[in-house]
Structures are given as structure tokens and as C-alpha cells.
């Protein structure tokens, strides 16, 4: 209106708002859904926790001179140990709905111990079996001694100290490159068989975020079972090719990764057998084995702290307070020492894959992954049955790895939210820790696929991986060194503190100050009386 000076202002557009919890998840974790469903996405977190169990007793046994019984077997006590682990995390330690399995941080320091010299020089050790058996009890003793790192630091509340400290800001490269770090065992692994993996991850991607807005159901089938749906799909066709003899004259590694019966673990498994601890003999001790497996812990420490932040957002939790991350801590440093005693040739941390399978589902519910604790542990009892869902092709697992560890990395990137991003200091701290969360893993990787060993190669296996396995880590760099920068430089200023997103997360430094504490983490059978959280 020309003259009148009342013309109505264009509306400023405005930033989206911070949110706390994360909006749109369908079942919180306090909030279960029906039986029905929490027991199909109990067995869909079962199947996509199984990758990781098969891949690496598949990779680890035969170099121990293990051949398929105790592949089978091992592959049984990883899962009937993750089950338990899964439970005491669910119910005692951090409460998340975190599945707690195998560990791929574990297998180079893993590997140095199969490869020591003592056990290839005996004349006993001739017999395949008996190295076995001997190289997992020396696996056995140095996991012992490695748990203790986590439970002294869990239950004695020093992690609780050292995580009151994190700030968005710094969690962002953590969580962050706890997911895309695991870059190369997601679009490599698809690439080793492409005639199955590709099919698998385009599938997936159509069934999850297509068909559920093609298809107005209004039921959320799509997306809450893609992973059963496609899985089953493609693994038939992976099946037809297998028995119509496609790769009949495939080269070995083409057969690993493409058929549906490469790995003999079904006439392997026994129908019925419970594993137990000590199932290899007594475990031995070398201190320089135990000083390497106890860094590589406290990497799966670092490791797991961002799974842990990634989780409680995808279960539209608050921020964990830092009590109850340390008693998270705890728990998973029992379920090492678990490893340890039961010989599962591995160490346990926190799922990457099933908490991006929280993001896919939307379901963030407790009850589902203790569901999914129950179908480990009865599927590892019923070694035969447990045996034909491991035969799934390692290229299908690659391919539900490429979304799930994307979810888990956005899920970091999601803090960015609560920081200053036009402030230079953040962009210093996120850039520079981020490159070189990917940059120094790089040359440690690319070095020791050249030459065969890393960069720091003495004559004492051990002292090289307490150099080696931290630095080629993505997520412990990144997350190291942000929160490094992020506590020292000019921390005390007032504009600094809002820049690094820390007045957000004020109210969630201790359990009881804020009232929602109490309901996402506090224990079960009124054990707080007994246990209290500070």
C-alpha cells in the first residue's frame, strides 16, 4: 500500500529449532511395540548382528589352524556371548537398546598373537588342532587382562570424569567417523560379489525409503522390515545362482563371497551344544599381548562411546549423562572379560550395524534388542539351525553395512545443531579433526597393505600394535583429537562455551538433573536404591 506504511513484512525465514530428543521415531526406548512386531524386529537385529559374527571367525580360525567344526563352534560362543552381553547392557549397564557383538577393532592385535613365533616352531604343534586350541587360550589370557581397563574405568567412574567434559561439538567427529570410518567394509564388500550385493543394496534403498510413500500403507511395513523383505529376496536368488552353478569355476574368494554354502558351517554345526567357559583348556598369559590387547580395549572404549551417543538419539533418548555412559562402559569391559573366559577369539563393543538399524526401523525400543539377545543366545544353542542364517553371502551383509554405518555417521553430524557453525574456532576443530580422523588411518592402513606391517615395526609384536592399532582407527583420531581442541583452546570464554553447543547438554552432566534421566536410564528391580547414579 503505497503512502500507508502498513504494508505486512515478509516473514523471516527461520533456522529449524534444536531438538533435545530426536522427533519422529516411532517407539521410543521406554515404549514398546506390539509382541508381534518387537519379535520381527528383534529377529531382523539378530540377522544384521550376524555379519560381523561369521565374518571374522570366518576370517581368524583357519589362520589358528581351526577348520570348520570349530569355526562353527566359535561362531556359536561369539553369539551365545553377545546374547548375554546384549542382555547385562539392556538391563544393568547403559539401559540403551545397544547390541553388544563382535569387534573389528580387535582382530590386527587378534592376528599378532596367531601369528607369534612360539606357536609354529613345537613339533606338537604339527597338528593343526592343537595350535588351535593353544593360540585361542593365549587370545583367552591377553582378553582376561584386557577387560580390566574397561571395568576399572566404567565402574570406578574415571570415564565418567573424562566424558563430563565432551560437548556437541567434539562428539560430532566422534559419532560421526564412528560410522563413516567403517568406510571400507561397506561399497568393497558389496564390489567382491557385484551380481549380489549391488541387487541387495538398491532393494534395500527402494523398499526403506521408496515404497512406504509410493505405497500409502499407512502401516510402516516397508520401512520397519525392509531389512527382512530384501535380505530374504535377494538371498534366494543368491541361492539359485549358487545350486545352478554359476560360480562353480569362480576363483576361491569370488566363492566366499557369493555362494550360500561356501562356508561348510551347516554340516559342521552340531544340532544341540551350550558353550562354556574354559571350552579350550586354560587360558595362558603374555604380558606383551595383554599390553597390546588392553590398547586396542581401550580404542573399542573410544569406539564405542560414540556408538553409545549415536544410540541413545536414535532411541529419542536425552544425552546420556556421563554416570551412565561409565557404567555402560563397565558392563562392556564384563563383556570382554566374557570373551575372554567363554574364547570367542574376539572382544566385544558396541554394535555399529544395529544402531543404524534403530535409524532404518525408527524403533528405538529396549524389549526389541533384548528380544534380540534371546534369538542369539537360542540360536547359538541350536548350532544347525543358527548355521543356515550364517550361510547368508557376506556381499548382502556389505550391503546393509553401506546404510547403516551412513545412518550412524549422519546421526554425529546431527549435533551440529546445537554449535555455532559461523564461528571460525568450530569450523577449525571440526575440519581439521575430521580430515585427519580419515587421513592418519589412511597411511596407517595403506601402509601395512603394502608392506605387510605398519609403520612402527620393531622387533616386539606387541609394542607395534599399541602404536599401530590406535592410529589407524578413524574414530578414535577424530575423536581424540576434537576433544582435545575442544578443551583447550580458549575454553573459558563465556561466547565460546555457547559455540561448542555445551549449554545444551548443562542439564544432562549428572542423572538427576534432569527428570528424564530417571526414566530412559535408571535400573531395573529398584536396584538405583542399591547402585545409585550420580
Not at 597338528?127 to 582378553?143: D, E, L, S
Not at 596407517?444 to 603394502?450: H, L, R
Not at 552432566?509 to 550420580?534: A, G
Amino acid at each position: 500500500m503505497a503512502g500507508g506504511g502498513g504494508g505486512a513484512k515478509a516473514e523471516e525465514p527461520q533456522p529449524h529449532p534444536p531438538k533435545e530428543q530426536l522427533p519422529g521415531v516411532s517407539y521410543c526406548i521406554t515404549s514398546p511395540p506390539p509382541w508381534p512386531e518387537a519379535i520381527l524386529l528383534g529377529f531382523q537385529h539378530y540377522i544384521v548382528m550376524l555379519g560381523t559374527t561369521v565374518i571374522i571367525p570366518t576370517a581368524l580360525v583357519p589362520q589358528m589352524g581351526g577348520g570348520n567344526e570349530e569355526k562353527a563352534k566359535v561362531i556359536q560362543t561369539l553369539l551365545f556371548v553377545a546374547g548375554l552381553n546384549t542382555l547385562f547392557q539392556t538391563l544393568f549397564g547403559s539401559r540403551l537398546p545397544a547390541v553388544i557383538g563382535g569387534s573389528y577393532t580387535f582382530v590386527a592385535a587378534t592376528i599378532s598373537i596367531i601369528l607369534a613365533g612360539r606357536f609354529s616352531g613345537d613339533v606338537e604343534d604339527a597338528n593343526p588342532i592343537v595350535k588351535f586350541k593353544r593360540t585361542m587360550r593365549a587370545i583367552q589370557g591377553a582378553m582376561i587382562v584386557a577387560s580390566t581397563l574397561q571395568i576399572v574405568l566404567g565402574f570406578s567412574g574415571l570415564w565418567r570424569n573424562v566424558t563430563r567434559f565432551l560437548s556437541p561439538l567434539s562428539a560430532v567427529p566422534l559419532v560421526s567417523l564412528a560410522g563413516f570410518g567403517l568406510y571400507e567394509f561397506g561399497f568393497p564388500g558389496v564390489a567382491k560379489c557385484v551380481e549380489i550385493g549391488l541387487p541387495q543394496l538398491i532393494i534395500l534403498i527402494l523398499v526403506s525409503q521408496y515404497a512406504p510413500h509410493v505405497l500409502h500403507s499407512g502401516k510402516n511395513i516397508f520401512d520397519r522390515f525392509a531389512v527382512i523383505f530384501t535380505v530374504v529376496i535377494v538371498w534366494i536368488y543368491a541361492h539359485l545362482l549358487t545350486v545352478g552353478g554359476a560360480y562353480n569355476d569362480a576363483a576361491p574368494k569370488t566363492q566366499a563371497s557369493c555362494r550360500t554354502d561356501r562356508a561348510g558351517l551347516i554340516d559342521a554345526a552340531p544340532w544341540i551344544r551350550i558353550p562354556y567357559p574354559f571350552q579350550w583348556g586354560a587360558p595362558t598369559f603374555d604380558a606383551g599381548e595383554a599390553f597390546a590387547m588392553m590398547v586396542t580395549s581401550f580404542v573399542a572404549l573410544v569406539e564405542s562411546t560414540g556408538a553409545f551417543i549415536a544410540v541413545s538419539r536414535y532411541a529419542s533418548a536425552t544425552p546420556l549423562p556421563a554416570s551412565i555412559l561409565s557404567r555402560g562402559v563397565g558392563w562392556q569391559g564384563i563383556g570382554i572379560l566374557l570373551s575372554g573366559l567363554f574364547g570367542t577369539v574376539n572382544g566385544s563393543s558396541v554394535s555399529v550395524e544395529n544402531a543404524g538399524l534403530l535409524a532404518l526401523t525408527r524403533v528405538g525400543s529396549r524389549r526389541v534388542v533384548q528380544i534380540s539377545a534371546g534369538f542369539m543366545i537360542f540360536f547359538s544353542i541350536l548350532g544347525k539351525f543358527g548355521a543356515v542364517f550364517a550361510s547368508i553371502p557376506p556381499a548382502i551383509v556389505a550391503a546393509l553395512y553401506c546404510l547403516f554405518f551412513a545412518y550412524v555417521g549422519s546421526g554425529g553430524l546431527s549435533f551440529l545443531q546445537f554449535c555455532n557453525l559461523n564461528s571460525f574456532r568450530t569450523k577449525f576443530i571440526l575440519g581439521f579433526s575430521i580430515f585427519m580422523g580419515f587421513s592418519v588411518p589412511q597411511y596407517f592402513n595403506e601402509f601395512t597393505a603394502i608392506r605387510g606391517y605398519g609403520p612402527v615395526h620393531t622387533s616386539g609384536r606387541w609394542f607395534n600394535d599399541m602404536i599401530n592399532v590406535p592410529f589407524s582407527s578413524e574414530a578414535f583420531v577424530a575423536g581424540c583429537l576434537a576433544y582435545f581442541l575442544d578443551i583447550t583452546l580458549h575454553r573459558k570464554d563465556g561466547a565460546v562455551r555457547k559455540d561448542r553447543g555445551k549449554h545444551w547438554w548443562d542439564k544432562f552432566r549428572s542423572f538427576k538433573t534432569d527428570s528424564r534421566s530417571e526414566e530412559f536410564y535408571s535400573l531395573p528391580f529398584n536396584l538405583n536404591k542399591y547402585f545409585p547414579s550420580v
